[in-house]
């Protein structure tokens, strides 16, 4: 005689998933400052090993709505950031030496958490790689909005910049592409700049571009100048 196996009306699953909508709603429309945007996503990223990984095509689809919040918090996070590192200056190895330590920790705490139900290969094998991925991009994350602080009594450096390329304005956007040279490096970067200098530029025109010097030495930018930090 056959038996089916059924997925069960509610599991932990449901509880990440109710939990991380409403993390990413907080996200979306309450959190009022660039810092609690982060640390909702930071919560998001400690989650992932505690789901339960299944084979029912249910479990899967509350696993897509979880990353589907992660993604969507994320991008509405990094949309908001009025700064942007060189592409030179991305803290990248530095985020991979720290991200692989803390996605073990949290995982081995996931497997304290629910050691007798716990499914050792999906645990370490799936999800683990996963959250090292996650840590890395969460951490890289992190240590771009610490670097990009201003220094007391520290100089900015102005740098010639020729107007590549001119968006046309779309909403409340007037982008401009430029490209210069920093420490012998060719750099393409784009700034949303205002209506009246967006208006007044031309393709091949000379701006100066203030680049500041961040506070773990990588330069940064204002991505969008007619923002202001609070």
């Known amino acids: 005689m056959r038996t089916t196996k059924t997925v069960l009306p509610f599991s932990r ?8 909508v409403l993390i990413t709603l907080y996200g979306l429309f ?4 660039h ?13 992932i090993p505690f789901l339960e990984i299944r084979n029912q095509e249910r479990v899967m689809q509350l ?20 700064y942007q590192l060189l592409i ?3 803290p990248f190895w530095t985020a991979v030496r720290k991200g692989i330590p803390i996605a073990f920790i949290v995982c081995v705490l996931a497997h304290l958490f629910s050691w007798r139900k716990i499914n050792l290969f999906k645990l370490y094998g799936i999800q683990f790689p996963i959250m090292i991925l996650a840590c890395i991009w969460y951490i890289r994350m992190l240590l771009i909005m610490a670097n990009c602080q201003h ?12 107007v590549i ?41 000379t701006l100066l571009l203030q680049m500041h010097p961040g506070v773990y030495g990588w330069p940064w930018y204002h991505k969008d100048i007619k923002r202001r930090y609070k």
């Open 165 to 205: 390329q001119k968006c046309p304005p779309c909403c409340d956007i007037h982008e401009l592409w430029f490209s210069f040279k920093h420490d012998g490096q060719e750099q393409t970067v784009s700034i949303n700049v205002n209506p009246q200098l967006h208006e007044q530029t031309n393709v091949g025109d």
């Open 13 to 20: 699953n449901y509880i990440f998933i109710t939990i991380a």
């Open 63 to 82: 696993f897509f709505i979880f990353f589907a919040c992660i993604q969507v918090s994320s991008i509405a996070l990094f949309d908001r950031l009025p």
């Open 88 to 90: 030179s200056s991305q």
């Open 151 to 162: 220094i007391p009594n520290a100089k900015a450096v102005r740098i010639p910049a020729i």
């Open 35 to 47: 810092d609690q945007r982060v640390y909702s996503i930071g919560v998001l990223v400690v989650l």
């Open 30 to 33: 309450w959190a009022r400052t």
